[in-house]
């Protein structure tokens, strides 16, 4: 059911703005976060901007390995999300416990650089910060290049995404705020107008 993405496809795993799961491992020390706010900036190369805040943990996790992996959840994992987006890895006592030890979430090697990628997410990316220090610094604001990708082919296959009513707890999560979140559960597709002559 996990099939590699096309690199030259992987933004559009972000194009719907889905909010996602940053993981970060470094020295063995595993991590992740919640985050609504990322958004594709390129397809060739696959590009992405992510806001991480200085406060959190993450940040710390990134600027010490420069990679991140972004994970996206679904419907079935609106719990976990918000959990892991509520609670600093900061806290967590060195080697006992992390946020996927804790919540009993279960995890697989990513392919390229071998990040933390949570198991019953439906599409995946490994990336590289593309240094920009000003912008993380005054936006918080990382840009990342994507190294590898996968997706769940129920949701997501040949670089297009399929959200129907047999999938629905298949389809991902939008943040509204404080917990809330809309769902992907109805597209249309749209058409170019005739313009009268
Ligand atoms: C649904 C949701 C979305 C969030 N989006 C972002 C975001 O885009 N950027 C950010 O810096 N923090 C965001 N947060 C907050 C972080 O996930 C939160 O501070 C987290 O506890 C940081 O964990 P860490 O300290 O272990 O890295 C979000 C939280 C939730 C619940």
């Not at 594709?40 to 190369?45: A, D, K, Q, S």
């Amino acid at each position: 059911m996990k099939v590699p993405v096309q690199l030259s496809h992987a933004s559009r795993l972000l194009n719907h703005g889905p909010t996602i799961i940053v993981s970060t491992m470094h020295e063995g020390r595993r991590n992740l976060m919640a985050a609504a706010w990322s958004m594709p900036v390129e397809f060739t190369p696959p590009r992405i901007a992510v806001v991480i805040d200085k406060s959190t943990y993450t940040r710390e996790q990134i600027a010490r390995t420069k990679t991140l992996a972004l994970n996206i959840p679904c419907r079935a994992l609106a719990d976990l999300t918000f959990t892991v987006g509520s609670v600093s890895g900061r806290d967590d006592p060195m080697p006992a416990e992390d946020k996927f030890t804790r919540y009993g979430i279960a995890s697989f090697p990513g392919p390229a650089l071998g990040l933390p990628l949570v198991e019953g997410c439906i599409g995946w990316m490994e990336c590289r910060v593309i240094e920009e220090p000003h912008t993380e610094q005054a936006y918080d604001t990382f840009f990342v290049e994507a190294v590898s990708a996968l997706s769940d082919t129920r949701v997501f296959a040949n670089g297009r995404w399929d959200l129907n009513e047999h999938n629905r707890p298949l389809h991902t999560l939008h943040h509204l705020g404080a917990g809330l979140f809309a769902v992907a559960a109805e597209t249309v597709q749209g058409r170019v107008i005739d313009a009268p002559n």
